[in-house]
């Protein structure tokens, strides 16, 4: 008796399920607020070398603060004041009107900056000065979150699948705040991003472990509207991120804030179930039995169960269990599954490292960062219901590679468009982040239908890993500029395409039945009876 066949038959998207997809909302939607967070925490205000401390009184000390910086601040070309170079000593002819250069020695700034606080009230960069020389320790912050992110995915799949989703998402709670308020209250910049690469690793786990215990309680008629129903409270978190950091533009107090929701999970998390699927797959039909019997009964289906007995789960189990305990070693160990796995891993990394490569770059469209990060959140909306359609009609796989595919052409167009004409180049970056948005929300959806019940959180921690090891890396490739400002647009271009081609390897998985063991990959997919029935 397949778990699929109880599922269906039980209603695989009824109360029960809602019930568990409003629970997990509110762990959910802080991944984005954290996530993106250094748009906002991680900002750089327009800033100039302090003059008023470098230089003594005297002349200087009776000029005005205009005059002050007129004399001792050099102008870069389009006008504005330099924020990193500032003169050796004050160039008082300027204030006459020559440009006489002489002696107008320029040197790194002396004795701080100062910053424009009317955007942001206190940011990492004002708070340690991580600006000029610095300015790759405030890039680095975000780096080293996404590296706690890529070690915690593959850690918290490893555990979730031997010991449970519902007791590993409990640990992924508590271990999130507890990091997140540790990393708040931080009295310097080493413990501040060692906080924050535990945090990263904790909020791991809430990210693939809900997935998959969503997934796993959803029937396979009912599994894409699932995946995209999930993917909302993205979107959701998103949203509240700009209007949060909007009104509370002080670092410290930004974090707490959009860490808060998770009280509500820990106090919600005594109403989670536990994955009935992974329970069979592990050989447990009595507590198997039990969520069973929970579902059907919120769902209204008891009747459907009367002949269902945990004795009837457990030999059906045991037709198929294995006792063997999976590892990460077992995804390349025959050729099907190795295949997927280095296809699906190599895909994640382009998915994840261009999308972050758009998200995290919100500055360079000559738009509020308040207003850019409103319109990159509302366009997913629309996006994922089309994505909806797409997936139901036409499939996992040419979804994939379409989204990764056409993402790619927008970031290759705004390599050619001049900056001034900003309002074109924005239009083309939401489509761009509209589309690596819906490239993300069919991975999510595509890698748990991949990988069978027995290694599925370890392919998930496995991909998930790689996505992260692409976002770790995407922030710094901004750094690349200064060797040619457009080379970190064609290299995002260039990742997204390639990963694009690279989806086209992987199977459809559009109706079929999620594979339960490994030997389940190594022949060709079974299709649904609503499959057949369509056909």
Request: net charge neutral; charged share 10%; aromatic share 12%.
């Given at each position: 008796m397949k778990f699929d066949s109880i599922l269906s038959e039980i209603n695989g998207f009824g109360k029960f399920q809602i019930k568990l997809v409003l629970i997990q909302m509110l762990s959910r939607i802080i991944m984005p607020c954290h996530f993106l967070l250094n748009?906002?925490?991680?900002?750089?205000?327009?800033?100039?070398?302090?003059?008023?401390?470098?230089?003594?009184?005297?002349?200087?000390?009776?000029?005005?603060?205009?005059q002050k910086l007129a004399v001792g601040i050099p102008a870069e070309e389009d006008g504005t004041l330099s924020s990193c170079q500032m003169f050796s000593k004050p160039q008082y002819q300027l204030l006459s009107?020559?440009?006489?250069?002489?002696?107008?020695?320029?040197?790194?700034?002396?004795?701080?900056?100062?910053?424009?606080?009317?955007?942001?009230?206190?940011?990492?960069?004002?708070?340690w000065d991580l600006v000029c020389s610095k300015?790759?320790?405030?890039?680095?912050?975000?780096?080293?979150?996404?590296?706690?992110?890529?070690?915690?995915?593959?850690?918290?799949?490893?555990?979730?699948?031997?010991?449970?989703?519902?007791?590993?998402?409990l640990v992924s709670y508590l271990s999130s705040m507890t990091f997140a308020v540790l990393s708040a209250f931080s009295t310097s910049y080493i413990m501040f991003v060692i906080m924050r690469f535990f945090t990263g690793m904790s909020l791991a786990g809430i990210s693939i472990i809900s997935v998959v215990l969503n997934v796993e309680w959803f029937s396979i008629e009912h599994r894409t509207f699932s995946g995209v129903i999930i993917s909302l409270d993205w979107t959701l978190g998103n949203c509240i991120l700009a209007g949060i950091a909007y009104y509370v533009n002080e670092w410290r107090m930004l974090i707490l804030v959009v860490t808060s929701p998770l009280i509500l999970a820990v106090i919600a998390w005594r109403w989670l179930p536990e994955s009935a699927r992974w329970l069979l797959a592990k050989g447990k039909a009595d507590a198997a039995h039990y969520y069973i019997m929970k579902c059907a009964d919120m769902n209204n289906r008891t009747n459907c169960m009367a002949t269902v007995t945990p004795q009837a789960l457990l030999e059906s189990a045991q037709a198929e269990s294995r006792d063997d305990k999976y590892t990460f070693v077992d995804l390349f160990k025959t050729p099907n599954i190795r295949r997927l796995s280095i296809c699906s891993g190599i895909v994640w990394y382009g998915v994840a490292f261009t999308y972050y490569g758009i998200s995290l770059n919100i500055s360079g469209f000559g738009l509020n960062p308040y207003l850019t990060q409103l319109i990159f959140a509302s366009i997913e909306m629309p996006m994922k219901i089309g994505v909806y359609v797409f997936l139901e009609k036409v499939g996992r796989r040419p979804g994939e590679m379409g989204a990764l595919l056409i993402t790619g052409f927008c970031l290759f167009i705004n390599v050619f468009v001049p900056k001034d004409k900003w309002v074109f180049r924005t239009v083309v970056a939401v489509l761009g982040k509209a589309l690596s948005e819906a490239s993300f929300t069919i991975m999510y959806l595509f890698t748990t239908e991949?990988?069978?019940?027995?290694?599925?959180?370890?392919?998930?921690?496995?991909?998930?890993?790689?996505?992260?090891?692409?976002?770790?890396?995407?922030?710094?490739?901004?750094?690349?500029e200064d060797v040619w400002h457009l080379l970190p647009a064609v290299t995002y271009c260039a990742v997204a395409v390639g990963s694009g081609l690279v989806a086209s390897l992987l199977p459809e998985t559009l109706n079929t039945l999620l594979p339960e063991f490994i030997e389940d990959i190594e022949k060709p997919r079974i299709q649904s009876t609503r499959r057949k029935e369509i056909q």
């Open positions: 748009n906002f925490m991680a900002a750089v205000p327009s800033h100039h070398c302090n003059v008023n401390a470098s230089y003594d009184g005297g002349i200087f000390g009776n000029l005005t603060l205009e009107g020559s440009n006489s250069s002489e002696d107008a020695f320029t040197v790194q700034c002396q004795n701080g900056w100062v910053y424009d606080n009317s955007t942001f009230k206190s940011t990492l960069a004002t708070e300015k790759g320790m405030n890039k680095v912050t975000a780096t080293i979150f996404f590296s706690g992110v890529m070690f915690g995915a593959p850690l918290f799949g490893f555990l979730s699948d031997r010991f449970g989703r519902r007791p590993l998402l991949l990988y069978p019940t027995v290694v599925r959180q370890n392919g998930l921690g496995y991909t998930s890993f790689l996505a992260r090891l692409g976002v770790s890396i995407s922030p710094l490739i901004m750094l690349l």
